[in-house]
């Protein structure tokens, strides 16, 4: 018996934001070696950017734009799944919980997705904090003439954003 077309479009949408959430990972990965780096805060391009700091930033921006587009994915595969479950498509079921006594398993599945996005929205929040961090550690190091030491300020900034990266890694 072949699969119901929703379940089949429920499952592209999951198996992309899956792929969302592996590159998110390997941004972030790349910008927490980007930020442990000897070299973060003494490498300057010819415009006196931080060559090491921008590319650290970079990546937590497209981690950032990865996760957004995995929450995306996995609102859309609940909606399809919802309207999959009703008894008529343009008659979804309203909730999630009223899907177990129909089927318990898409019901269990839905209950995943549902924790899977609320530690998707977290770690989206704290990847959003971590890049105000390295935004406010560029723009000390670009403000700040080089008599008032902005190593320390920025290595705080840095140390912050270091700490929700983990926290998101972990």
């Not at 971590?130 to 705080?156: C, K, N, S, T």
Request: glycine share 8%; with cysteine.
């Amino acid at each position: 018996m072949a699969e119901p077309r929703w379940k089949t479009a429920a499952g592209a949408r999951l198996v992309s934001g899956y792929g969302d959430c592996v590159r998110a990972r390997h941004h972030l990965g790349a910008a927490l070696r980007d930020l442990e780096s000897e070299e973060l805060l003494d490498t300057r391009d010819a415009a006196g950017r931080y060559v090491v700091l921008d590319s650290a930033a970079t990546n937590v921006g497209q981690a950032s734009s990865f996760l957004s587009a995995a929450m995306g994915d996995m609102a859309a595969a609940e909606l399809i799944a919802l309207r999959g479950c009703g008894a008529v498509p343009t008659d979804p079921v309203p909730s999630v919980s009223l899907v177990r006594d129909a089927d318990h398993g898409v019901w269990l599945a839905l209950t995943r997705l549902q924790d899977a996005r609320e530690y998707g929205r977290q770690a989206l929040v704290m990847t959003e904090v971590a890049f105000g961090h390295l935004w406010a550690a560029q723009f000390i190091g670009a403000r700040l003439p080089p008599a008032a030491d902005p190593d320390a300020v920025m290595e705080d900034q840095v140390r912050a954003a270091m700490d929700q990266i983990r926290t998101v890694l972990d």
